[in-house]
């Protein structure tokens, strides 16, 4: 069935530094993938999307680029802030539209 | 953005009492909403899928006697957890898709972190 694998945390970083959190899925055809975050205390929000192969969803920095010949969906930003600092989900679509499989997340501690 | 809340955040009972959560969309209707469950360091897992008015869906393995789900109302739904055992302690999660959206534009509630005793 279909799935998604992520790097296993905690994954800390200094304020300013690379961040990359991999993830890779398995999936009927080609399933929309997202990424969600979730800050202390609060519930997943969205961060980004791609919808079809070769695609990149951004917000706040942070990117992720579509690649179906790896079925990967890496996230990655260039510069991390402390308030970055949160919980992030891989997820994907399945085939049906009706349910978002999971990755079983990866914790981000940025230290100034 | 849209915002959806749980209550309670957290509660802890004795085994073989019922408990009810609840899931609500504060700002939009929700037409469909969804119930997981995570355990610790793993991935959330859906439970089931609810329309407003109808039954509820139900993945596989899970009980459907068990967790009794209902979506009375375009901003409300619940998940009873009934005769809870230890096994049933666990992080719940709802998440609600507006009238508009599709099932890929969820807003998720904070959770609802379960004890059993």
């Known amino acids: 069935g279909d799935s998604v694998t992520q790097m296993e945390g905690p994954v800390t970083l200094s304020e300013e530094a690379f961040l990359t959190i991999n993830c890779t899925y398995t999936a009927t055809g080609y399933p929309s993938l997202f990424w969600y975050v979730q800050y202390p205390g609060e519930g997943l929000q969205l961060l980004l999307k791609?919808?079809?192969?070769?695609d990149k969803g951004s917000n706040k920095g942070f990117e992720a680029t579509y690649r179906k010949e790896t079925t990967s969906f890496h996230l990655e930003k260039g510069s991390v802030q402390v308030s970055d600092s949160a919980v992030y989900f891989c997820?994907?679509?399945?085939?049906?539209?009706?349910?978002?499989?999971f990755g079983k997340g990866t914790t981000l501690s940025v230290s100034s | 953005g849209a915002v959806v809340s749980q209550h309670p955040s957290r509660v802890i009972c004795k085994s073989g009492t019922s408990v009810k959560i609840e899931c609500r969309s504060l700002?939009?209707?929700?037409?469909?909403m969804f119930w997981y469950r995570q355990f610790p360091k793993q991935s959330l897992m859906l439970m089931a899928t609810?329309?407003?008015?109808?039954?509820?869906?139900?993945e596989q393995g899970v009980e459907k006697d068990k967790f009794l789900i209902n979506h009375a109302s375009l901003t409300l739904s619940t998940l009873t957890v009934t005769s809870a055992h230890p096994e049933d302690s666990s992080f719940y999660i709802c998440?609600?898709?507006?009238?508009?959206?599709?099932?890929?534009?969820?807003?998720f509630g904070p959770g609802t972190r379960l004890t059993v005793l």
């Open positions: 997820a994907l679509l399945n085939q049906a539209g009706t349910a978002l499989i």
């Open positions: 609810s329309n407003e008015g109808s039954k509820a869906t139900y």
């Open positions: 998440s609600a898709a507006g009238t508009e959206g599709s099932t890929d534009t969820q807003y």
């Open positions: 700002d939009f209707q929700a037409t469909t």
């Open positions: 791609a919808t079809k192969a070769d």
